[in-house]
């Protein structure tokens, strides 16, 4: 797949100046000198910040508010969030679908119909402000917690505030890397069936280097060359999901972080304490979602998780959509953000947690979420044993064009399907089959209904039946 | 014999300014608020000629969603506008007055805020407009034919689906498609995370 060959003094490629507009000759040494490394995965795609110096101030002074204006806990929307969904409303579709012509915004924000992810997936054209200039538009697709395919637009601009979030996350720890183009910023773990591995210079963080990689058998020449890989890389930190954390353990990869990130799926406590044991660093679980981007890290006094942006108002909904009495569950709902073409209203993540004000004499302001019940993580088994992540399964499905799904091993350890088609786009059963076996090997038993009854019910997308003790 | 013309819009607008405070107390969603519009509107029924609404009829505004709360109030805007004199003293409305409440006034009641139905000159005119054409009157001194120009260029409902069917909305939809799309198959930039 990599097609930059190195030659001594030639100039940076055409079509990584195009991935990443900031690279200098110096990001482009280390970009090589990742990619060539004798130990390195098998690379499979390319991706670059697409940053560019129009983006920089805005990044520039998204950090500067973010570490300078904590939010604060409050039990109705600032008035920041009022004044921005009182803007949007001129300018979305979605907006006005949910605030009628002379709506007190305020007052009666109890009574605002919540977006859900069914509103990203099949109508994102009615969320786009008028105003927004598509033609930096970049795509994430997801298939998440209630089982809707969905593809997220997004903006480079957005993904480089993100940074500028992990800054502030590892600041709370007192970590403070020093990011240039002579280093690796942070090497991404992950550990499924199949997925991108690339690396990577970002351009707002001086050039240093991203490697993703995914620690399956598959993807290197031997479990040796990845652990010098990764020794070689020397990363001031690590993200990963708590599968591909656990999978550098069993490996007995070797490194010596100044943190390591949770991200994607709630990280359990015995998993923490065997890393922090091992690596001798914090382990920070956080929580973000795809559609609203980072939201929330462990605090380091231990109690809950801290609200990060301070963009975003988060709220906690019961079922009929009414905020939930203070410090009571509910389902977490955002409202904000800084994505130019996904702005949010009150919308519904399909998380749960409670909200609460932060300790007394707490170093951030920001409201706590605690009792997180955020995705689990289901595996299932393929015919020859192996285990196969629900993020593989969704990634699967998400080839194939429908409204939601339901995805169920059975105990007897078939599979069934159920799909809910959009309505006038066929369900193609026999390429959802085919990219289903492609996991879990020839001679699966294997049933894809379509169902239409799946609408507005609140299902586990993925569900597994097995007994374990077959 | 019986009216065929209506009060005239004058009377009606003048009425729905002086709509109570009271009927914009909290609505009863889910077991919260002051207000029981299901009582109300039961009153209302009996007011003007009906019998109670029983079975489903008796359910309609019984609502558990706090995002029915604008379409309560707009049901308590316009049973005020119901409740005047000349409804009443007919006792033939019962009927149409209740289909109105309970079928016409959700769509309006997500594109308007109940308040401005009290506050707002154009909107007070729609809902007594909406109210006397739901009743199959006429406005006191007005044609049909002006009668229905006059709702047509105030009706908010049509305004929205026409705004929602214009051309520059479809073809703004259409090039979002095409560019997400392009896109999928296109990469992305990186991310320091899954899902950051």
Known sequence: MVDESIIPGRAIPQQRLERNPLITADGYRL????????????????????????????????????????????????????????????????????????????????????????????????????????????????????????????????????????????????VFPKFGADSVACVDIGARVKTVVFANVFSVWNQAGFVKINLSPREWTSIENARR??????????????????????????????????CAMKL???????????????????????????????????????????????????????????????????????????PLLRYRTGDYGRIVPPPMGSADTAPRIVDFEGRGVVSFRAMDGTVVG???????????????????????????????????????????????????????????????????????PFRCELDETR | MKHTNGPSIDRLTRRLTECPADFFREPVIAGRGIVHVPAVVNDLIVDLGGAPPRGTDALAFKRSSADSRNLLQTVMVAAWLLGDEFFVEEKRFATPAFNWLNNELAAVSKLVSAELFVSDPDRREELARMCLKALRLLPEGETKEHAEDRLGALDSVARDKLAKETAKEEERARKLREAMAAKEAAESAAKAGREW
């Not at chain 1, 064009?401 to 399907?417: C, K």
């Open chain 1, 229 to 262: 890989f990764i020794s070689e890389m020397a990363p001031a930190f690590f993200t990963g999901d708590p599968v591909g954390y656990a999978r550098m353990i069993k490996w007995g990869i070797e490194a010596k972080p100044l943190a390591m990130v949770s």
């Open chain 1, 268 to 342: 359990g406590t015995a998993l923490k304490d065997e890393l922090e044991k091992r690596y001798r660093c914090p382990v920070i679980d956080t929580y973000s979602t795809t559609e609203t981007g980072p939201l929330a890290y462990s605090a380091p006094d231990g109690f809950g998780m801290s609200v990060l942006p301070n963009d975003v108002y988060v709220e906690a909904l019961d079922e009929s959509g009414f905020p939930v009495a203070q410090g009571e569950m509910g389902e977490l709902t955002i409202t904000g953000g800084r994505n130019p073409y996904l």
């Open chain 1, 31 to 174: 970009l090589r000198k990742i990619l060539d490394n004798p130990n390195a995965p098998k690379w499979n795609y390319e991706v670059g910040d697409r940053v560019t110096v129009d983006d920089l101030p805005f990044i520039r002074d998204y950090r500067r508010l973010l570490f300078g204006e904590r939010p604060v806990f409050s039990v109705s929307p600032p008035a920041s969030i009022i004044e921005w969904v009182a803007k949007m409303r001129a300018k979305s579709r979605a907006f006005r679908d949910r605030l009628p012509e002379g709506i007190d915004i305020a007052r009666e924000w109890a009574g605002i119909s919540p977006m859900t992810r069914e509103d990203v997936a099949l109508r994102p054209q009615d969320i786009l402000p008028v105003d927004a200039d598509i033609s930096r538009l970049i795509v994430y697709d997801t298939s998440g917690s209630t089982g809707h395919a969905m593809v997220v637009p997004q903006h480079p601009r957005s993904m480089g505030c993100h940074l500028a979030m992990m800054e502030f996350v590892l600041s709370r720890y007192g």
């Open chain 1, 390 to 460: 629900q993020a593989d399964v969704g990634l699967a499905l998400r080839k194939h064009v429908f409204a939601q799904s339901q995805f169920v091993q059975l105990a007897d350890g078939s599979l069934e399907i159920a799909i809910r088609p959009i309505p006038g786009v066929p369900t193609d059963t026999d390429g959802i089959e085919e990219s289903v076996l492609s996991l879990f090997g020839d001679g699966q038993k294997i049933k894809v209904v379509e169902d239409d009854s799946l609408e507005g019910k609140k299902i586990a």
